[in-house]
């Protein structure tokens, strides 16, 4: 019963902090607007019993990655508030298509009758623990798990080069 | 299926649907580089969403791991793409996409 609630909370807080991401003019409020949609997200991992993924989720986008928005903004300078120029044609014409994506992906799901006959086997709730999740990633997805070393280490050495001073 | 009381796969996948619906409207929608990086950022979580809620729906952890690999993923796009953005900044003096014109028909 509780549970439930929670879902209807924690997805009206993502809606609508995404819906503040997208509308406010200033780019530290879209920043703090996301981050408080990847905490109801969060939120949501709890409830589907992903504890792992929660904890994670918390660390990488808003420790991290939100940080690293914040820090671009703060070097570029960009929390004034600059008009973008663009035509209000173009822009109904960008909500038109975003809402009609919305409304056909919400519509196909809304067909999937099939899915609610599965009924799945007994209900671990251990599975989303980090013992769990631990075992699963070094066994089965070791060799992804290492190569996804590599990808950050092509990820830094990009980052490092494109940021130089005298590129172009 | 029901995930827990009342609330079913179909729900998920309706958050997920209405996220991801978000994040390109929004990428449709404004022309501030940053913004539209977050944009990315929201439809990739509006994906785990509904793949944490079909590891639930299976009782299988693969989907969890398949989540945790995305992160990984954007977390890499995050840096390489805002090293990018700084090039940008640097060459033009804003962040609106609006000036890269070059490609334009």
């Given at each position: 019963?509780?549970?439930e ?5 924690l997805s ?14 200033n780019?530290?409020?879209s ?5 408080i ?7 949501h ?7 792992f ?7 990488v ?13 703060m070097?570029?300078?960009l929390?004034k508030l ?8 173009s ?5 038109a298509a975003g809402?009609i ?10 067909r ?7 009924t799945?086997?007994?209900y671990n ?7 769990n999740?631990g075992n699963?990633l070094?066994?089965?997805f070791?060799?992804?798990f ?6 950050f280490?092509?990820?830094m050495?990009?980052a ?9 | 299926?029901e995930?827990y009381?009342?609330i079913?796969i179909n729900?998920?996948?309706a ?14 929608f404004r ?5 539209m990086?977050m944009?990315?950022?929201l439809?990739l979580?509006a994906?785990?969403?509904s ?20 992160m990984?993923?954007?977390?890499a796009?995050v840096?390489?793409g805002?090293a ?5 900044y640097r060459n ?7 000036v ?5 028909f």
């Open positions: 019963m509780l549970s609630y929670a879902f209807w909370f009206f807080v993502a809606v609508f902090s995404a819906a503040g991401m997208i509308f406010t003019k780019p530290v409020y920043v703090l607007s996301l981050i949609t990847f905490f109801a997200v969060a939120g991992y709890f409830l589907l019993g992903a504890q993924l929660a904890a994670v989720h918390i660390i986008y808003a420790g991290a990655i939100m940080v690293l928005f914040l820090y671009v903004i070097m570029l300078n929390n600059e008009e973008e120029k663009r035509n209000l044609w822009k109904a014409l960008g909500v809402g994506l919305m409304f056909v992906l919400l519509a196909a799901v809304q999937t009758d099939e899915l609610n006959s599965i799945a086997g007994t709730a251990d599975m989303g623990s980090t013992q999740l699963v070094y066994r089965e070791l060799l992804p290492e190569l996804a070393s590599v990808l280490l092509g990820a050495v990009g490092v080069y494109l940021s130089k001073k005298d590129l172009a | 299926m995930l009381h009342n079913t729900h998920y996948l958050l997920s649907a209405v996220l991801f619906g978000m994040g390109a409207l929004g990428i449709l022309r501030n580089a940053i913004i990086f944009c990315i950022e439809m979580n994906v785990n969403i793949l944490v809620a079909f590891s639930k729906m299976w009782n299988h952890t693969d989907a969890q791991v398949f989540v945790f690999f995305i990984v993923v954007a977390a796009e840096a390489v805002l990018i953005l700084m090039m940008l033009t003096h804003t962040t609106d996409t609006s890269l014109n070059k490609l334009k």
